[in-house]
Every structure is written in C-alpha cells, then in structure tokens.
C-alpha cells in the first residue's frame, strides 16, 4: 500500500476563510505527509479568472484531494463534489493556519 501526501486548500478573503467560494481569487495550499506533519504552504492566486464551473478543475490540476469551506457555501459544496474533491466544512474559525492546525492535530 503506497501512502501519498494529501494536497488541502483553503480558499480566501483578504487572508481568512473566504464565506463565498466562487468569488475567491487565492487559496492557501498545505501539502500535509501521512504522519500529519505539514510538509509546504503557499498562497496561490488563481491564474485567470475562472468561471465556477472550472474552479474545480483548476484545483483538481493541482492534485488538491481536500478543500475547507464555510458550512453554509452550498456553491463550493456542489462544486467540489462534482469533481470528486473532499470538502471538510468550517464553523467559527476563519484563520487558514489554526484551520489547518486544529485538522492535523484532531486526524
């Protein structure tokens, strides 16, 4: 059995959780090893103005296998099940680097 790193982004606003998916233009991307160790981070800022329906493709190009978004932003939700990325829902924290520290730490 071959263990992968899993590649997460978090899409934001003015460098917290962005509340609406569609309207975001960076994310922050964690590569995170199979010990739960955060491996890199980045911001990437999305090349071109991509339409909703591409979002989910872009990110897929990307080897992304998990995005956080608001619970409540049906948009990412149908997004990103269509493209078969997990979408791990957020509820009263908007800080990307606490988001991704309480994930690691509660695996």
Known sequence: MTITN???AI???VG???KNFVDTNQFE???IDPDGKI??????TIPIAEES???????MSLGVSKVFACKNDDDAHKILQEH???VINVEG???PEKIIWDYVNKR
């Not at 491996?39 to 990437?44: A, E, F, I, R, Y």
């Not at 329906?53 to 990110?59: I, V």
């Open 16 to 18: 917290l959780l962005s």
């Open 93 to 95: 924290e908007d800080n």
């Open 6 to 8: 899993n590649m997460v």
């Open 53 to 59: 329906n591409t979002l989910g493709d872009w990110l």
């Open 11 to 13: 899409p934001l606003d």
């Open 84 to 86: 078969k990325i997990e």
């Open 39 to 44: 491996k890199k981070q980045s911001t990437v």
């Open 29 to 31: 991307m964690f590569i």
